[in-house]
C-alpha cells in the first residue's frame, strides 16, 4: 500500500482562477495522482487531493525548487502569463515536464501582431489587418478605410485589450486611449487594426503534444455582464458546450485548417506547442470560418464547461502531451451538454467590494461549484475577486444542463451577487408564448398589474406572455368584464346543473377543464378565486397551478382577503404581505415561490392594508410568471427545484 501511494504524481498546478480550480478537480480525479499543489489558489483548491501552497510563480528558481522539493512530475500552467514570460523553457531545462507552450510558442497569444503575421504566412483563415507600432500612421490609414474596424492592443492585456468602435471618430478616440494615453500600457505600444467581422463566435480548444491536435468540443461564452449581451466586456459571465454553431463539418474545417495547420507552422518555425491551443473563431456568413484569435492555454469559463465532459483522465492526457505520445491515447468526451453560470460581485467589472460572506455552496446539488474570486477567512467563505463563482450543470440536453446550473446557482448567495439568466440564449430555440389562463371570482384588480405589465411602453412581454383566456364561478364577476376590455376570452361556468343543483367539487372543475381545453394553457393563475379547487384538478396541474395569498404564508393560511387583513391587525403584526405558492390539495399549503412584504403602520385600516397588499400581489405575480416561463425554457428553477 506504501509503494502503491509512492508510486502517484504529485502535480503542480499554476494560477487561481475558475479555470484553475475546474484544472485541479479534474486531475484530482485520476487514480494516478496523489496530490495536486495549487499555488496560489483560491477558497476552492483545498481539501482531499488539493492542496494551496505559498509560492511566488514569478520567481522561476523558486517554483523549480517547490518541485523538487514537493517531487512534482508535471507542472500544469493555467494562466497566460507566466507562459508569456518562459516559466515552461525553465522548468523544462531543470528536467519538470511542463503542461503548456515553451516561450516562443506562446507568443501566438503574447503578440496579436506576431499572431497575425503568423496567420498570414501559414494560410490559416483569418480578417484583414494591419499591424502599427507609429501612432500617426495608425491614425492616417484609419482616416483612409471606409470599414468598420476592430483595434487590438497587441500585447496582454488580460482579455481587455479590444475594442470595436462603430464610428471613424470613435476609432480616432480608442486608438488615442491605447497608443498614446496608455490605457493598456505597454500592451499597446503596438496594435493590430483588422476588419470588423460578422456572425456568430465559437470557442474552439484543442489538446496537442506539438504534432498530434485532439480538438475538443465547441463552446461559446458570453463577454458582456448583462443579458441579452448587454453592458460591458468582462471576463466571461457563462458558458456552454457543445456549441450547435460548429457543425461537423466546420469542426472538420476548423480542425485541419485553424488548428492542426497552427500546430504543424508552429513546429516548423522551431516553436514546438505543447498544452491547448484555443483558437477563437468567428462563423461569418460569407467567407466562412475565421480566427479571431489564438490563446495559449484553457479559456475561462470554457474550462468549467469542456472539462466537465472530457470522459479521459486528464492527467493521462496532460502527460501524453508532455512526453509526445497524443496520438497513442484515445481522448473522449461525454455525449452530455454542458453549462455554467458565473457569480460575480455587485458592480464588476468596473469597482467592486470584495470580502462578502458567501453561503449555499454546500446546498448545491446536481451540479458543480467551481471557485474563482474567493477566499477562507474566519472560518468564512468569502468574496476576493471580481467574477466569484461559477456553477456547472451536466445533462442529456443542453436545457437539462442549464437547470441544473440554474438550481445551482439559486442556492448560493452573497450580497451584491449578480449572474446572467440568459446563458446559452444562442442556442435555444425561439421561445413561444407563455399561456396563461386566469381562474377569478373578484373584481381582478391583479390582473389588470399583469395585463399593464404586458401593455406598457417599451415591454417585452407581449412576445413572452398571453393570457389566453379567464374563467369565473360568478356571472358578473368584474373580472369577466375586464378581460373583454381587453379582448380576453371571458367565461362564466356555472355550479349549477341543469336542474339548479350545485354540482360536486370534481363535477365543477371538469366544466372548467372543458372551458380551458381550446386554450391549452401552460400554467392557470387563482386571482380572488373563491373556490376550493378539487384534488383531482390540483393533480392535472401539478407545478403549473398557482394562488396569490394576502399573507405571508404560513401565517393566516385558509383565510379569505378582508378576514386576513382584518387579522393581521388584531394580532398588532408589524408586517404583512402576499404570497405566491403552488396549489395543491391542502389549502395554502403548497410550495411557496415567491413572498413580498410590507409594514403595518398603527393607523392602518383592514381598507390601507389591503391596498398595500395588492399592490405586491401584482407584482409578485408578474416575477412568478417570469420565473415560471424561465423554468419552462429550462434556464431557471422555481423555487424548491421545480
Given at each position: 500500500?506504501a509503494?502503491?501511494?509512492?508510486?502517484?504524481?504529485?502535480?503542480?498546478?499554476?494560477?487561481?482562477?475558475?479555470?484553475?480550480?475546474?484544472?485541479?478537480w479534474?486531475?484530482?480525479?485520476?487514480?494516478?495522482?496523489?496530490?495536486?499543489?495549487?499555488?496560489?489558489?483560491?477558497?476552492?483548491t483545498?481539501?482531499?487531493k488539493?492542496e494551496?501552497?505559498k509560492?511566488?510563480?514569478?520567481d522561476?528558481?523558486?517554483?523549480?525548487?517547490?518541485?523538487?522539493?514537493h517531487?512534482?512530475?508535471?507542472?500544469?500552467?493555467?494562466?497566460?502569463?507566466?507562459?508569456?514570460?518562459?516559466?515552461?523553457?525553465f522548468?523544462?531545462?531543470?528536467?519538470?515536464?511542463?503542461?503548456g507552450?515553451?516561450?516562443?510558442?506562446?507568443?501566438?497569444?503574447?503578440?496579436?501582431?506576431?499572431?497575425?503575421?503568423?496567420?498570414?504566412?501559414?494560410?490559416?483563415?483569418?480578417?484583414?489587418?494591419?499591424n502599427?507600432?507609429?501612432?500617426k500612421?495608425?491614425?492616417?490609414?484609419l482616416?483612409?478605410?471606409k470599414?468598420?474596424?476592430?483595434?487590438k492592443?497587441?500585447?496582454l492585456?488580460?482579455g481587455?485589450?479590444?475594442?470595436?468602435?462603430?464610428?471613424?471618430?470613435?476609432?480616432?478616440?480608442?486608438?488615442?486611449?491605447?497608443?498614446?494615453?496608455k490605457e493598456?500600457?505597454?500592451?499597446?505600444?503596438?496594435?493590430?487594426?483588422e476588419?470588423?467581422?460578422?456572425?456568430?463566435?465559437?470557442?474552439?480548444?484543442?489538446?496537442?503534444?506539438?504534432?498530434?491536435?485532439?480538438i475538443?468540443?465547441?463552446?461559446q461564452?458570453?463577454?458582456?455582464?448583462?443579458?441579452?449581451?448587454?453592458?460591458?466586456?468582462?471576463g466571461?459571465?457563462?458558458?456552454?458546450?457543445?456549441?450547435p454553431?460548429?457543425?461537423?463539418?466546420?469542426?472538420?474545417?476548423?480542425l485541419?485548417?485553424?488548428?492542426?495547420?497552427?500546430?504543424?507552422?508552429l513546429?516548423?518555425?522551431?516553436?514546438?506547442?505543447?498544452?491547448?491551443?484555443?483558437a477563437?473563431?468567428?462563423?461569418?456568413?460569407?467567407?466562412?470560418?475565421?480566427?479571431?484569435?489564438?490563446?495559449?492555454?484553457?479559456?475561462?469559463?470554457?474550462?468549467q464547461?469542456?472539462?466537465?465532459?472530457?470522459?479521459?483522465?486528464?492527467?493521462?492526457?496532460?502527460?501524453?502531451?508532455?512526453?509526445?505520445t497524443?496520438?497513442?491515447?484515445?481522448?473522449?468526451?461525454?455525449?452530455?451538454?454542458?453549462?455554467?453560470?458565473?457569480?460575480?460581485?455587485?458592480?464588476?467589472?468596473?469597482?467592486?467590494?470584495?470580502?462578502?460572506?458567501?453561503?449555499?455552496?454546500?446546498?448545491?446539488?446536481?451540479?458543480?461549484?467551481?471557485?474563482?474570486?474567493?477566499?477562507v477567512?474566519d472560518?468564512?467563505?468569502?468574496?476576493?475577486?471580481?467574477?466569484?463563482?461559477?456553477?456547472?450543470g451536466?445533462?442529456?440536453?443542453?436545457?437539462?444542463?442549464?437547470?441544473?446550473?440554474?438550481s445551482?446557482?439559486?442556492?448560493?448567495?452573497?450580497?451584491g451577487?449578480?449572474?446572467?439568466?440568459?446563458?446559452?440564449?444562442?442556442?435555444?430555440?425561439?421561445?413561444?408564448?407563455?399561456?396563461?389562463?386566469?381562474?377569478?371570482?373578484t373584481?381582478?384588480t391583479?390582473?389588470?398589474?399583469?395585463?399593464?405589465k404586458?401593455?406598457?411602453?417599451?415591454?417585452?412581454?407581449?412576445?413572452?406572455?398571453?393570457?389566453?383566456c379567464?374563467?369565473?364561478?360568478?356571472?358578473?364577476a368584474?373580472?369577466?368584464?375586464?378581460?373583454?376590455?381587453?379582448?380576453?376570452?371571458a367565461?362564466?361556468?356555472?355550479?349549477?346543473?341543469?336542474?339548479?343543483?350545485?354540482?360536486?367539487?370534481?363535477?365543477?372543475?371538469?366544466?372548467?377543464?372543458?372551458?380551458?381545453?381550446?386554450?391549452k394553457p401552460?400554467?392557470?393563475l387563482?386571482?380572488?378565486?373563491?373556490?376550493?379547487?378539487?384534488?383531482?384538478?390540483?393533480?392535472?396541474?401539478?407545478r403549473r397551478?398557482?394562488?396569490?395569498?394576502?399573507?405571508l404564508l404560513?401565517?393566516?393560511?385558509?383565510?379569505?382577503?378582508?378576514?386576513?387583513?382584518?387579522?393581521?391587525?388584531?394580532?398588532?403584526?408589524?408586517?404583512?404581505?402576499?404570497t405566491?405558492?403552488?396549489?395543491?390539495?391542502?389549502?395554502?399549503?403548497?410550495?411557496?415561490?415567491?413572498?413580498?412584504?410590507?409594514?403595518v403602520?398603527?393607523?392602518?385600516?383592514?381598507?390601507?392594508?389591503?391596498?398595500?397588499?395588492?399592490?405586491?400581489?401584482?407584482?409578485?405575480?408578474i416575477?412568478?410568471?417570469?420565473?415560471?416561463?424561465?423554468y419552462?425554457l429550462?434556464?431557471?428553477?422555481?423555487?424548491?427545484?421545480?
Amino acid at each position: 500500500m506504501a509503494d502503491s501511494k509512492a508510486s502517484l504524481a504529485t502535480v503542480l498546478l499554476i494560477g487561481s482562477g475558475g479555470r484553475e480550480h475546474t484544472m485541479a478537480w479534474k486531475l484530482s480525479q485520476s487514480p494516478k495522482v496523489g496530490k495536486v499543489l495549487v499555488a496560489p489558489g483560491n477558497g476552492g483548491t483545498l481539501g482531499g487531493k488539493l492542496e494551496k501552497i505559498k509560492l511566488d510563480v514569478n520567481d522561476h528558481k523558486a517554483v523549480l525548487d517547490a518541485c523538487k522539493k514537493h517531487g512534482v512530475s508535471l507542472v500544469a500552467v493555467g494562466p497566460e502569463a507566466p507562459l508569456a514570460v518562459g516559466i515552461a523553457d525553465f522548468l523544462t531545462k531543470g528536467g519538470v515536464g511542463v503542461f503548456g507552450p515553451q516561450k516562443n510558442a506562446a507568443e501566438i497569444e503574447a503578440s496579436k501582431a506576431f499572431s497575425k503575421d503568423f496567420m498570414a504566412r501559414h494560410n490559416i483563415p483569418t480578417a484583414e489587418y494591419k499591424n502599427f507600432t507609429d501612432y500617426k500612421e495608425a491614425q492616417a490609414y484609419l482616416k483612409a478605410i471606409k470599414h468598420k474596424v476592430v483595434i487590438k492592443a497587441s500585447g496582454l492585456a488580460a482579455g481587455k485589450g479590444v475594442v470595436l468602435p462603430e464610428t471613424t471618430e470613435e476609432a480616432l478616440e480608442n486608438l488615442e486611449s491605447i497608443m498614446v494615453n496608455k490605457e493598456f500600457g505597454d500592451a499597446g505600444a503596438e496594435v493590430v487594426i483588422e476588419e470588423l467581422l460578422g456572425g456568430p463566435e465559437a470557442s474552439c480548444l484543442a489538446f496537442t503534444d506539438g504534432t498530434t491536435v485532439i480538438i475538443m468540443p465547441a463552446a461559446q461564452d458570453h463577454k458582456r455582464i448583462f443579458e441579452g449581451d448587454k453592458g460591458p466586456n468582462t471576463g466571461g459571465m457563462g458558458a456552454y458546450s457543445p456549441a450547435p454553431v460548429l457543425t461537423p463539418e466546420l469542426r472538420e474545417f476548423v480542425l485541419k485548417n485553424v488548428l492542426q495547420k497552427a500546430v504543424d507552422g508552429l513546429r516548423k518555425e522551431g516553436r514546438r506547442f505543447v498544452g491547448v491551443l484555443y483558437a477563437g473563431m468567428m462563423i461569418d456568413p460569407k467567407k466562412g470560418p475565421q480566427t479571431l484569435e489564438f490563446n495559449c492555454r484553457f479559456g475561462d469559463p470554457e474550462t468549467q464547461v469542456l472539462l466537465p465532459l472530457l470522459d479521459t483522465d486528464l492527467y493521462e492526457v496532460m502527460k501524453a502531451c508532455v512526453d509526445g505520445t497524443l496520438d497513442k491515447l484515445d481522448v473522449k468526451f461525454k455525449n452530455k451538454h454542458a453549462a455554467t453560470i458565473v457569480a460575480a460581485s455587485g458592480g464588476y467589472p468596473k469597482k467592486y467590494v470584495k470580502g462578502k460572506v458567501i453561503t449555499g455552496t454546500e446546498d448545491v446539488k446536481n451540479a458543480v461549484v467551481f471557485h474563482a474570486g474567493t477566499k477562507v477567512e474566519d472560518g468564512n467563505l468569502k468574496t476576493n475577486g471580481g467574477r466569484v463563482l461559477a456553477v456547472t450543470g451536466l445533462g442529456n440536453s443542453l436545457r437539462e444542463a442549464l437547470g441544473n446550473a440554474y438550481s445551482g446557482i439559486d442556492k448560493i448567495s452573497f450580497e451584491g451577487m449578480q449572474y446572467r439568466r440568459d446563458i446559452a440564449h444562442r442556442a435555444l430555440p425561439p421561445q413561444r408564448q407563455l399561456r396563461v389562463a386566469v381562474l377569478g371570482s373578484t373584481r381582478g384588480t391583479d390582473l389588470q398589474a399583469i395585463i399593464d405589465k404586458i401593455h406598457e411602453p417599451g415591454s417585452k412581454d407581449p412576445s413572452k406572455i398571453d393570457v389566453c383566456c379567464v374563467v369565473s364561478n360568478r356571472s358578473k364577476a368584474g373580472i369577466l368584464e375586464r378581460a373583454k376590455k381587453y379582448s380576453i376570452p371571458a367565461h362564466f361556468v356555472s355550479c349549477k346543473d341543469e336542474e339548479g343543483k350545485t354540482v360536486s367539487r370534481e363535477q365543477y372543475d371538469e366544466r372548467v377543464e372543458e372551458a380551458l381545453k381550446p386554450y391549452k394553457p401552460d400554467l392557470i393563475l387563482l386571482i380572488g378565486y373563491m373556490r376550493i379547487v378539487s384534488g383531482a384538478f390540483c393533480k392535472r396541474w401539478e407545478r403549473r397551478l398557482l394562488n396569490v395569498h394576502p399573507s405571508l404564508l404560513p401565517k393566516y393560511a385558509g383565510g379569505m382577503d378582508g378576514d386576513v387583513h382584518e387579522a393581521v391587525i388584531k394580532a398588532g403584526d408589524k408586517e404583512t404581505g402576499c404570497t405566491v405558492h403552488m396549489v395543491e390539495e391542502k389549502v395554502d399549503a403548497g410550495e411557496i415561490i415567491i413572498q413580498k412584504s410590507c409594514s403595518v403602520d398603527s393607523k392602518d385600516t383592514p381598507e390601507t392594508l389591503k391596498a398595500k397588499v395588492q399592490a405586491l400581489e401584482g407584482e409578485a405575480l408578474i416575477e412568478s410568471i417570469d420565473k415560471f416561463r424561465r423554468y419552462m425554457l429550462g434556464v431557471e428553477p422555481m423555487r424548491g427545484g421545480c
